[in-house]
């Protein structure tokens, strides 16, 4: 796996080096700007002709450095310094002084001329703020110039906390990373931003932000090959688990369907609905191996009984907002002993509750909210959420003592003294109504296994995303239903074990 640290947690372990390893910061700056120049060539860009656009921080002294390493060759390089001089850093201050005796263009306007290639060293991950005034104008100019872009560190505009656009972001071709990438440009819109990515080490520690259980990470196939469950030979149903599918209200047996399709289809040994008796001739048609239990109203004994022959209870997918499921769902968190999902209208249900985890017996607990329904949770905005979902989330699930996979574009997984783990599987055809439903189910099938809710909340999403990647292939962006994503389980483990071998 990979760290994925924000721009902070980056110039954290930028001083660390510093000042623990005695690595001079302009020994880390040289290093930066000849990994550059070895990307560069090693790309086979065209270098007959360089603008190198350069802030007053550190970014820009990794471009100004950059400067003179390709000067060095006898190529031609032209730097154009945005920016107030008087506030340049230290760093970046040496390396323009060692640029006065070479024949690299300096201007503080555009440096007008026919390039080959644009290097953007405006801002790294001290970007702070929204750009505006000179900055803004220089960066909408350069996104209109018909030539490669590269980026040091980052895209200009982008924020490496959390992938959104400042005001204004440049749109490159390939993003040279220095020693890690950053959170926003594994997020979106940022990642968008960067075009290729190839990241370089040059010897920063990353131990300060390792030993913070706050780091994103960024999952590898063996990572997610080490989680897969074993099935052994010696079995029967009653080895892989019991779920209990309660959801799909009048009109929704659907959401209850994808549910059970999907715990069966990732191996879960037995599973049974209770659900709505207007369900009951729907689901048995759609699934003749899901066992059926109906309701009209609240039945106490019956759902504690139902709750005791259950290993995992999934909860919430279309259950609707009746005073009825409401009952369900209360008796579900006070009596239920093991393995909870709370999902969908459950979700919307607990956060009109204060008190709701103080009810909760299980032992293990899984939330599934998308954005909307974290807010709802939270009481906040969407964008707050969005903004800085890192710490929203690890907050989060740190007082909550729980597992959370909040849903977006970029799925991020967080549990009560964990990492929390950025999934980049899947796609945009699986924007579709039914989507979550599967990855519920999934994570129903893991935890089904033997799984704690942390690996399954992280082996679901990546499965998931790998079956919307491989049903795109084989059913197109646009025709991909959520039902086909349970077909592709089969593949997605598949890939996961070959890539292994
Ligand atoms: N020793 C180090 O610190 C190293 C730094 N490196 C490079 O340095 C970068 C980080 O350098 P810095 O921390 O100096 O930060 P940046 O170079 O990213 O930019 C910070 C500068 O921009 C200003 N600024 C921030 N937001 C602004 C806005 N919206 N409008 C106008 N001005 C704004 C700040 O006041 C500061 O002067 C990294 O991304 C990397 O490229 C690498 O050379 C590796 C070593
Ligand atoms: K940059």
Redesign the pocket.
Known sequence: MIYLPT?SQ??EA??Y??EKENIP?RT??E???SSCVDVLIEEELDLSSTLIVC????????GLAIARLLSEQGLSVAVWLV?DTT?M?F??KEQLSQLQNTKVIIDSQYPKGFYSLIID?I??????????GS?KECISFLNQQKVTKVA???PSGIS?ANGQV??VALQVDLTIA??CQKLGMALYPGNEYCGRIITKK?G?STLPFEKEKKTVLCFHNDDYYNLLPERPAHANKGTFGKVLVIGGSKGMAGAAYLNAFSAYKMGAGLVRFYTPETNRSILQTLLCEGIMTTYESFHEKECIELLSWADVVLIGSGLGLSETAKEILFCVLENHEKKLVIDGDALTLISQCSNWRERVKAKEIILTPHMKEMSRLLHCDVSTIQENRTEVLTSYVNKNQLCCVLKDERTLVGASNQNPVLNTSGNNAMAKAGSGDVLTGIIGGLLSHGLNAYESGVLGVYLHGLCGDIGREHKGEFGLMASDLAVYLKDAINYVKEVRK
């Open positions: 721009g980056m110039s930028d001083l080096t510093i910061s880390l700056m290093r930066a700007a802030g007053v921080g550190n970014n820009g002294g990794d920016g506030r850093s760093e970046a060293a801002f790294g991950v001290g970007l702070k703020r929204e750009i505006q900055y040091v560190d980052i490496s400042l005001g220095i020693q040059i920063i």
